[in-house]
Structures are given as C-alpha cells and as structure tokens.
C-alpha cells in the first residue's frame, strides 16, 4: 500500500476512491492544518498569560499544546464536514507525514546515550508486551467469532503501533478496505481519549516520568497519540515514550512476516485460495520495516555528536530543531482530529468494538505492570 493509504477511507469513501482529487483541495487542506497550528501556538501562549489572577491559572498552566491542536482539529472536522468539504480536504491531513518528521527531529533533541542506556527494558517491555496483547486479542477475537482477517488487523493495530500496523497487516493477509477502514476507526476513536486520560491515571497512580512514558508509548495505539500523550505528561516522558513506541514499531516487520507465513500456509490452504507469488520474507520485513526509526536513531546520533563537538555553540541549532519539532507535532495533532470519522464504525456491529475494548483494558494492565518494573528507578 502507498503511503497515502496511510489513513484508511470509509467504505463509503473506497466507492469513489477512483476519482482523483484536485491538487488545490490538497493544498487549501494543508492550509488548514497549518493554520490550526498557528492558532494552537498563539492559544498556548495567550491563555495562559490572559488566565492570571483567576481560579482558572492552574488548569491554563497545565493545558500543552496537544490538548489545543486537537480539540481544534474536531471542532474545525464537524465544520468541515457540516459545509461538505471535508473529504475534499482530507488529502492535506497528512497526519503519517507530520508525525514521522516531527518523531526524526525529536532525535535530534534525544541524545543517543539515553536511547542506549533505554533500550534494554523497552525491548523487553516490547516483546512481551506485544506477543502477549497480540495472543489474547488473537484468541478473543476467535471467542468473538471474528473473520480471521479482521482479527489480524485488530491485533497487529492494538498490540503494536495503530493504524500503521493495522496497514501492514492489511497487505500480509490480504484484507478487505472496509476491515481496515473499521479498524482504523477504532484505533482513532480509542487513541483519542486515551491521550488525556493516561496522563490522569499518571498523576493518580503516581508514575515517575521513566515509568510514565514507558506506559503511554506500550499502549497508545497511534505514534501521533503517544507523543501528543507523553507531551502532556513532560519533556521526560515524552522521550521515554517514543524511545518505547519506536522499538514496538520495529516488531510490525516481524508481525507482517509471521502473519503472510500464517495465511499463505494454514488460512489461505484451509479456504481453499489459489497459492500466490509472494515476496521473500527479508524483503517483506523491508517493506513493512518503519524507516522512521532509523531517521530518529540517525538524528539522535548526529545530535550526540554536534553536542560534544560544538558546546554551548552548537544549541542555537538543537533549538531550532525543537522547534521545528513541535510545528510538525502540533500539525500531527490537529491532522488527528481533522480525520476522526465514526461512520464507519456503524459497518461490523458491536463485536469488533467489545474485542478492541478489551485488548484495550489487557494492554493497559500489562503495560502499567511491565512499565512499573523496567523503569522503576530509571532516570534520564
């Protein structure tokens, strides 16, 4: 699939997919997004200071430019979709593009000796996290009675790393733009609230920023979400978070490989489908391998060095990489809201739901349980 199916139509949208939008519609769309991004920064600023003296200082202190990027994302969705332009528009909503480059200038401002002394508990918490959370939605998902298709999308989604995942299951085992549709909606409409309320549960349970960032990036489904999460919660969190979120990524090449290997040679026999030419098991793991992550590992490298070499001369443009960092981030979040869309999830019926929702709660356990004893002690 190409990069522009990142975020999957509905099936109403598949039904014209054919006709080509014009590229106008694609810029005024990336007008939007930037615009929002504009407003986001000044509402960050503005609120805040306009907020002094009142009872509402604290909450507007609190309040990170995530939570104002994609309450306007809705907002300016239902309008856009009120006046029926939204569609139109959606080719600009590059919400995969704003993430991947936001997340490659985030390693110029992660330092590699973090990601070293990181990576050991967050590739354990990886690999068990992501084959258990898989398994049991693998298993429910039978209990549920689930197309088998339908159930490799909404595990590979719910244990690794969203829509992305989802995508690349997709293309492994062959499934239907409507599944995947369905499942992207499910991924969006969980991840969304889970941005806010895992930086709650935070502060409730009482998580370091190591443990913290290590909970948000195992469990929040969609790499845009677990920034936006990790931001809220802090700089630290946010680091941990996408060092966590990036090492769940580079298993999707591993989980797209084992689920073509499944299905060529137990589904697809068993369904009686005719044997296909498919590609070697390293190219496939090629193909759907994220290369975001060596562009986040290449800038952290780069960044480790400029800083040792150049010194206090050397930050004016680690500053600029961060905010340059934080413009992509900010287009990430309003992109989020912009293509929220419900109507696909009237399609499959309440069982698809009940899975996601359980893996969900699974996920959340596991990952808090892994998160508490791999980062405890942990300090950036």
């Known amino acids: 699939m190409s990069e522009r199916e990142t975020t999957p139509r509905s099936p109403e949208e598949a039904a014209t997919a054919g006709a080509s939008t014009p590229w106008y519609w694609a810029l005024l769309g990336v007008i939007v997004v930037v615009a929002l991004a504009a407003v986001t920064r000044t509402l960050e600023n503005v609120v805040p200071t306009a907020a002094e003296g009142t009872g509402f200082a604290g909450v507007a202190k609190a309040i990170e430019y995530p939570v104002y990027a994609i309450i306007l994302g809705l907002l300016v969705n239902a309008l856009l979709s009120a006046i029926g332009v939204r569609d139109r528009l959606a080719e600009g909503f590059r919400t995969e593009f704003f993430i991947k480059t936001g997340l490659v200038l985030l390693g110029s401002t992660v330092l590699f000796d973090v990601i070293v002394k990181a990576a050991g508990p967050a590739i354990i918490q990886a690999l068990i996290l992501v084959t258990s959370v898989f398994l049991f939605t693998w298993w429910l998902g039978g209990r549920f009675g689930l197309d088998d298709r339908l159930r490799?999308?909404?595990?590979?989604?719910?244990?690794?790393?969203?829509?992305?995942?989802?995508?690349?299951?997709?293309?492994?085992?062959?499934?239907?733009?409507?599944?995947?549709?369905?499942?992207?909606?499910?991924?969006?409409?969980?991840?969304?609230?889970?941005?806010?309320?895992?930086?709650?549960?935070?502060?409730l349970i009482g998580l370091n920023d190591a443990q913290a960032g290590a909970w948000i990036g195992g469990n929040i489904d969609t790499?845009?979400?677990?920034?936006?999460?990790?931001?809220?919660?802090?700089?630290?969190?946010?680091?941990?978070?996408?060092?966590?979120?990036?090492?769940?990524?580079?298993?999707?090449?591993?989980?797209?490989?084992?689920?073509?290997?499944?299905?060529?040679?137990?589904?697809?026999?068993?369904?009686?489908?005719?044997?296909?030419?498919?590609?070697?098991?390293?190219?496939?793991?090629?193909?759907?391998f994220p290369k975001f992550v060596l562009g986040f590992l290449a800038a952290s490298v780069a960044a480790t060095i400029w800083a040792n070499v150049a010194g206090e001369a050397?930050?004016?443009?680690?500053?600029?990489?961060?905010?340059?960092?934080?413009?992509?981030?900010?287009?990430?979040?309003?992109?989020?809201?912009?293509?929220?869309?419900?109507?696909?999830?009237?399609?499959?019926?309440w069982r698809p739901i009940g899975v996601f929702a359980l893996a969900t709660v699974f996920n959340l356990v596991a990952g808090l349980i892994l998160a508490s004893l791999l980062f405890r002690g942990f300090t950036l």
Request: hydrophobic residues 55%.
């Open 223 to 288: 790499t845009a979400a677990v920034a936006a999460s990790g931001a809220i919660v802090g700089e630290g969190a946010l680091q941990i978070a996408s060092i966590v979120k990036s090492t769940q990524n580079v298993l999707m090449g591993v989980a797209a490989v084992a689920l073509t290997a499944y299905f060529a040679f137990r589904v697809a026999p068993a369904q009686g489908e005719a044997a296909q030419d498919r590609p070697s098991w390293l190219r496939t793991l090629w193909d759907r």
């Open 314 to 349: 050397g930050q004016a443009g680690l500053d600029t990489a961060k905010a340059l960092r934080d413009w992509f981030l900010i287009a990430a979040f309003t992109s989020i809201g912009l293509e929220f869309k419900v109507g696909s999830l009237r399609e499959a019926g």
């Open 152 to 203: 490799a999308l909404l595990a590979s989604s719910v244990s690794i790393c969203g829509v992305s995942a989802a995508i690349a299951a997709a293309g492994a085992v062959q499934a239907r733009r409507e599944q995947l549709a369905y499942t992207a909606s499910l991924v969006i409409l969980f991840a969304v609230p889970s941005i806010f309320l895992l930086p709650w549960l935070v502060g």
